[in-house]
Structures are given as C-alpha cells and as structure tokens.
C-alpha cells in the first residue's frame, strides 16, 4: 500500500491550492481517508476526513468553511481543496487511508494504518 500526496507548495495568504492523495495497492471505494498537518514544533493535527463509501466528512474546526475534502473512486484519490489559506496553515500535509471507514469520525484521531510522506504547504502574509 502506498500513498502520495502531491499539490504542495508556496502560496501568499488568502490564496489556494489543491492537494492530492494518490493511492495505490488500496482501493478508494470503502476506507477512511484522513488529511493531517504538522507545523515545525506543534504536534499532529487532524484536518479533515471522509468515508468514501457514503461521503462522510469530518473538519477542524479550524478549516471549516475554507477547506472541503472529496474523494474520486475511479482515480483513486482523494483531494484536499484549500481556500482562504493564512499562514496559520502552513505545515506539512499528509494523508492517512484505513480500511475501516468508522476510523473517520469527528475527532480526526491519526489512528489511520497507512500514511504518505507528506508535502510541504507553506503560506506567505
């Protein structure tokens, strides 16, 4: 199983950028998918999560309204749209798959089996 993220980069505040979660070896089609960010010194943070089966999500609360997660079975990715980016976002970003779609639940625990590398997203003011 593997998973990798793409997408990241250097954005100026209030901008936005599309990151990806490209899988292989799992199938989209019934797991958890997580996206997770961590800052330089601060610990993991849950950002987002869906349940491809039925579409369920879940946000912090800190990216509600800005961020929207989706998923495309087909390709085997899932997508992190992020809008309205502040330099309180910048950190690197990784997504997390589970075969268990109950995995994905509001309180975005990093529980998940699989993780990607991770991409840098880093926001200038």
């Known amino acids: 199983v593997q998973l990798v993220e793409s997408g990241g980069g250097l954005v100026q505040a209030r901008g936005s950028l599309r990151l990806s979660c490209a899988a292989s070896?799992?199938?989209?089609?019934?797991?958890?998918i997580g996206w997770f960010r961590q800052a330089p010194g601060k610990e993991r943070e849950g950002v987002a999560c869906?349940?491809?089966?039925?579409?369920?999500?879940y946000y912090a609360d800190s990216v509600k309204g800005r961020f929207t997660i989706s998923s495309d079975i087909a390709e085997n990715t899932v997508y992190l749209q992020m809008n309205g980016l502040t330099p309180e976002d910048t950190a690197v970003y990784y997504c997390?798959?589970?075969?268990?779609?109950?995995?994905?639940?509001?309180?975005?625990?990093?529980?998940?089996?699989?993780w990607g590398q991770g991409t840098q997203v880093t926001v200038s003011s």
């Open positions: 997390a798959g589970d075969a268990i779609p109950g995995v994905c639940t509001d309180a975005l625990f990093p529980v998940y089996d699989y």
């Open positions: 070896g799992f199938r989209f089609d019934d797991p958890a």
């Open positions: 869906i349940r491809t089966s039925d579409g369920t999500s």
